[in-house]
């Protein structure tokens, strides 16, 4: 039978997990789209390429945030995290991407090298300055990429281990 986590627990798993899943309405139609993420003081950090999921989230910014951790049908432990989207411009759009940046590095790694995954993943395909002095263009409307950040405000989290 499932039983309920703490807040420790629940910052645990959003803290331990690489994807979640971002639920989102595009006008009356509920919209789901996994996501890389990091979380850090309560919020997540993400980014995206211009086009339908910013559209929505711009128009409609109550989100809802799953992630789950499962080892098999019968242990796992699942967040479901509602919040308030936010676009990051300028220097918080820099420190948002760094945040994610930092959680998607492989350990042992310094913040001053980069990973040639995040980079060309996240960095060149989606066009995201990563000169300091470009950070204040960044996550404006028009540049290829936004950085955001879910303000999470009510969390709910269970878990099942009959192993």
Known sequence: MPVELSRDEIDDILASQLVGRLG???GE???V????????DGDIYAHSA??????ALRRHPEVCFEVDDVV?????RSVIAWGTFE?????E???GLDVLLDRLRPAGESAGS????????MVRTLDIPRMSEAAADLGHPNAAAAVFRLNLHTLSGRAENRG
Not at 50 to 55: I, P, T, V
Not at 72 to 76: K, L, Q, S
Not at 87 to 91: N, P, T, V, Y
């Open 24 to 26: 989102l309405t595009d």
């Open 29 to 31: 139609v509920p919209y």
């Open 33 to 40: 789209v996994p996501i890389s993420y990091a979380y850090r």
């Open 87 to 91: 676009q990051l411009l300028g220097a």
């Open 50 to 55: 211009q086009g339908r999921k910013l559209d």
């Open 93 to 95: 759009a820099r420190e």
């Open 114 to 121: 980069v990973h040639p995954g995040a980079e060309v993943g």
């Open 72 to 76: 098999t049908v019968d242990e796992w």
